[in-house]
């Protein structure tokens, strides 16, 4: 396994003096996987990243696109039901949830990653979703967002359709998931009248010529829009 972990520091935009350090982390694959035990290893991946980028005084890190539990056929398997945004102290049903949280509580910083969830349907059906969640430097989520544009590997999941955006004390951030960027809504629709200075892009995108880029692409979208985008990615180079 060869993973990289990236911390940036970025200074906001539109204005605004509250330069921080965010940690993003890339992987060329899923730590592990294909393992009853995948969650729960990748998990200690995650807790030694958030351990390193404490060291350096990130106030935020990101994790990538599907990696706790990689792209899966079934996801009841690895699925988790989520609270609602302000709960604290989950339930141990919920270790995942509550990993995440502690070590966000201990470390000091915000912590994001994405997995996947499982809700009640309308139907009296289990709906399964790709979600990021946001936990703050005190342990609470602060932010869902349900994934909007799904690609093809994704039939099994439901679309999200509500934008997500959570405040810090050094900068608005809006949450975004590896094919929304390429559609209206979310991408632009989260940045309307919502003082968002960072977007936060947890993907699993391997590149392919010629428009197909990523970093042609993320570069271009911050750039475009003025605001700090803090991509992590799962690619395959």
Not at 20 to 28: C, K, L, M, S
Not at 177 to 200: A, R
């Amino acid at each position: 396994m060869f993973c990289v972990i990236g911390v940036i520091v970025c200074c906001l935009m539109h204005g605004s003096s509250a330069d921080y350090i965010g940690a993003v982390v890339e992987y060329n694959h899923v730590p592990s996987e294909n393992s009853s035990l995948t969650v729960e290893e990748n998990l200690e991946h995650y807790l030694y990243q958030i351990s390193q980028a404490s060291v350096f005084g990130a106030q935020i890190i990101v994790f990538p696109e599907y990696g706790l539990t990689g792209l899966v056929q079934q996801p009841d398997d690895y699925a988790v039901w989520i609270p609602d945004v302000g709960t604290e102290g989950f339930l141990s049903e919920a270790y995942v949830l509550l990993t995440l949280s502690n070590a966000a509580i201990e470390r000091r910083l915000y912590v994001v990653a994405n997995l996947l969830e499982k809700a009640n349907g309308t139907n009296n059906n289990t709906l399964y979703y790709n979600t990021n969640v946001v936990f703050a430097d005190n342990g609470t989520l602060v932010a869902k967002y349900r994934k909007i544009n799904l690609n093809e590997g994704e039939s099994s999941l439901t679309p999200g359709n509500a934008t997500s955006i959570f405040v810090t004390s050094f900068g608005t951030f809006a949450l975004v998931t590896g094919t929304d960027i390429w559609f209206s809504h979310p991408s632009q629709s989260v940045l309307v009248n919502n003082g968002v200075t960072d977007v936060i892009f947890p993907t699993a995108w391997n590149s392919t010529f010629p428009f197909q880029m990523s970093l042609s692409v993320q570069v271009g979208y911050a750039l475009a829009n003025r605001v700090n985008l803090l991509a992590a990615n799962i690619n395959n180079p």
